[in-house]
């Protein structure tokens, strides 16, 4: 969760079997006016298909994001794009 920021590290991508790689929204939020982040979300999309991995892509906020998450063949996206956080009886009406 929160690849890139804080303790993630990528000492630990080879150290524990993760599955899915969550990259943080603070790259998201700044990939559309900063060429330096999108290239960093590239990277990290297939570093982590390089690896097995899956890439869920956190806060997207607009549509422009999402397609261009899209582009990069990020599997998972999630932010107030798609819906705000939700309680569980609303999540399930979602899935319903």
């Known amino acids: ?18 599955d899915i790689l969550k990259i943080d929204r603070a790259f998201i939020g700044t990939m559309v006016p900063n060429r330096k982040s999108r290239q960093i979300i590239k990277s990290l999309v297939l570093l982590s298909h390089d690896l097995g991995m899956d890439v869920v892509a956190e806060g ?20 107030f794009h798609f819906s705000p956080a939700v309680g569980e009886a609303a999540f399930l009406a979602l899935l319903g």
């Open 1 to 18: 969760d929160d690849f890139g920021t804080g303790y993630s590290s990528f000492n630990y991508l080879h150290r524990f079997p993760f």
């Open 60 to 79: 997207i906020e607009t549509s422009f994001e999402e397609e261009i998450l899209v582009e990069l063949h990020a599997e998972y996206g999630q932010g």
